[in-house]
């Protein structure tokens, strides 16, 4: 079959979970200071791996995370696109076309899990 269709193609995929990034909603809420939340976001994570409907007065149920996120898209993208870069990189050993140098040739390439 190899000799008639070609070699097999591989697709990778991975699905983050966008809603309970405690990134994605720190860089979703407006920033006041450099001091209280969303610039410290300790006990975030913990509010919501425990199910607490509010955090600082910030509702933190599943439907209101999808609502924050929904207005501050660009945070959600920005994060995404860091992660995908980080497991093409790190995980993958493929980094994207616009971090790698052009003059490094491949068998000194740092090796990815899956090479």
């Known amino acids: 079959m190899r000799y008639f269709y070609g070699m097999p193609s591989f697709f990778f995929t991975y699905s983050p979970d966008d ?16 001091e209280d939340f969303p610039a410290n976001g300790c006990g975030l994570g913990e509010a919501i791996q425990h199910g607490e409907s509010t955090f600082q007065s910030i509702p933190v149920s599943p439907h209101d995370l999808r609502t924050l996120l929904a207005k501050g898209p ?25 971090l790698s140098k052009r003059t490094e040739p491949l ?6 899990k899956f090479s």
């Not at 809603?19 to 450099?34: D, F, M, T, Y």
């Open 19 to 34: 809603i309970h990034g405690v990134l994605n909603i720190r860089l979703s809420v407006p920033g006041v200071n450099n």
């Open 107 to 112: 068998p000194f390439r740092k090796p990815g």
């Open 74 to 98: 660009v945070a959600a993208a920005e994060i995404f696109r860091s992660l995908t870069e980080s497991v093409f990189t790190n995980l993958l050993g493929t980094p994207p076309d616009q």
